[in-house]
């Protein structure tokens, strides 16, 4: 149980175009998904945090007008990298979790390679 | 803001042999996450620890919380192939106690020797 799945894996793009990365719960509902960045050789970083229904809660540092999420249901948040730059290459990475404050971790996608040309 | 530093950066163990990583924080641990990650893919969520004194086991990991919540240990014993990977701790932002908006340490690379 608790699968996320995370489409594309992998997407190759010019630059000035725009990318949507979906991240699905498979098998649970998830009231809450997550969105991390992680550079090479390097941690991930917390991006924002979507509440199904709500605005997206944005970390120090991220332009959420570059950074666009939509959590339209309980399954599924998406990130759309606007206007994307070589700068924003890097590996995104969605979890997802079923109930806040609870006992439950959260549950990682694969993640999506984004390489901006 | 909240540190997590985890050490060795990379490890390279003989198969079979025992092994630790460890995870220190700069500010008291309210929740504490192990997670594994293979090079370029997702986390494998291994163990959450929210008690000072925890212990908890799954196969052949055992993950340990201190008393005063501020370090956190990886234990794997007799290690195989199968256990190489990146191992992350993760912790939930102080000001956002259970909210698991996480802030991650560096990373142990684990490789394991035949």
């Known amino acids: 149980g608790a699968v996320v799945s995370q489409h594309p894996s992998w997407v190759i793009c010019k630059s000035g175009t725009s990318v949507k990365i979906e991240c699905r719960s498979l098998d649970f509902q998830a009231t809450t998904m997550f969105w991390y960045r992680q550079f090479p050789k390097q941690s991930l970083m917390l991006m924002a945090t979507?509440?199904?229904?709500?605005?997206?809660?944005?970390e120090q540092g991220v332009e959420k007008d570059k950074f666009l999420i939509n959590h339209a249901s309980l399954t599924l948040s998406t990130l759309t990298v606007t206007s994307a730059h070589p700068e924003d290459s890097s590996f995104y990475i969605c979890s997802a979790l079923q109930s806040l404050y609870s006992n439950q971790p959260q549950h990682f996608g694969d993640g999506t390679r984004l390489s901006i040309l | 803001s909240q540190e997590l530093e985890q050490s060795p950066q990379s490890l390279i163990v003989q198969e079979g042999k025992n092994l630790t990583i460890n995870c220190t924080s700069s500010?008291?641990?309210?929740?504490l996450y192990w997670y594994k990650q293979k090079y370029g893919e997702g986390l494998i969520f291994l163990m959450m620890l929210q008690k000072g004194g925890e212990e908890k086991s799954h196969e052949k990991i055992t993950a340990k919380l201190d008393e005063k919540k501020q370090q956190s240990s990886l234990h794997i014993t007799a290690s195989q192939p199968s256990h190489a990977g990146i191992y992350l701790c993760?912790?939930?932002?102080?000001?956002?106690?259970?909210?698991?908006?996480?802030?991650f340490g560096q990373g142990t690379r684990l490789t394991i020797n035949p």
């Open positions: 500010k008291t641990l309210y929740g």
């Open positions: 993760g912790a939930d932002k102080p000001r956002h106690p259970g909210a698991q908006k996480l802030v």
């Open positions: 979507s509440n199904e229904g709500s605005k997206a809660t944005y």
